[in-house]
T-cell receptor, first 109, second 111 residues
Framework: GIQVEQSPPDLILQEGANSTLRCNFS?????LQWFHQNPWGQLINLFY???GTKQNGRLSATTVATERYSLLYISSSQTTDSGVYFC???????????FGTGTRLKVLA | DAGVIQSPRHEVTEMGQEVTLRCKPI?????LFWYRQTMMRGLELLIY????????DSGMPEDRFSAKMPNASFSTLKIQPSEPRDSAVYFC?????????FGPGTRLLVL
């Protein structure tokens, strides 16, 4: 089956810093989402981005489907950005998502 | 919309008991997913439905697990009998084509 790898596994930032999270996948995908799991366990949808670039405030994401990777950019990080960021991918003909192992982010005040 | 609703939010039970988790998807969404999250295995898809019909249940770990979706606004995940290794957070999610939205999860502890 498709493999999803996220890097880095852990990241510690000072408030105000920028960061880039990466998601590599081993096969062609038709669906890709980025989620943030906050410290209370809630999974929040950030982007649905099977291809192209999207921006939402301080967050943006880019997926290059032909090269099998996606990037999540966080600018001017805040302590509320702390948590785990997951990439999830789905292949053709299915909405079955495979989740990566996540990037655990801690933003220090 | 209130988002995906799950109940109960927390459940503590003893080994051997039946556990029923409930989910109300977002109105208009025709896909519903059940996931399990543990430290060891991460987020795993257990089963998903399209228009109330189970499409893929290959992630259901054992016959002790069953899921139903009697109508477009309600689904259950049942574990009978429960075991300590079933302790996890169980999430329900719903979507139209594409974006999945997760419920708050049910934290299950089997003693």
């Amino acid at each position: 089956g498709i493999q999803v790898e996220q890097s880095p596994p852990d990241l510690i930032l000072q408030e105000g810093a920028n960061s880039t999270l990466r998601c590599n996948f081993s096969d062609s995908v038709n669906n890709l989402q980025w989620f943030h799991q906050n410290p209370w366990g809630q999974l929040i949808n950030l982007f649905y981005i099977p291809s192209g670039t999207k921006q939402n405030g301080r967050l943006s994401a880019t997926t290059v489907a032909t090269e099998r990777y996606s990037l999540l950019y966080i600018s001017s990080s805040q302590t509320t950005d702390s948590g785990v960021y997951f990439c999830a991918v789905g292949t053709s003909g299915t909405y079955k998502y495979i989740f990566g192992t996540g990037t655990r982010l801690k933003v220090l005040a | 919309d209130a988002g995906v609703i799950q109940s109960p939010r927390h459940e503590v039970t003893e080994m051997g008991q039946e556990v029923t988790l409930r989910c109300k998807p977002i109105s208009g969404h025709d896909y519903l997913f059940w996931y399990r999250q543990t430290m060891m295995r991460g987020l795993e898809l257990l089963i998903y439905f399209n228009n109330n019909v189970p499409i893929d249940d290959s992630g259901m770990p054992e016959d002790r697990f069953s899921a139903k979706m009697p109508n477009a606004s309600f689904s259950t995940l049942k574990i009978q009998p429960s075991e300590p290794r079933d302790s996890a957070v169980y999430f329900c999610a719903s979507s139209g084509p594409g974006t999945q939205y997760f419920g708050p999860g049910t934290r299950l502890l089997v003693l």
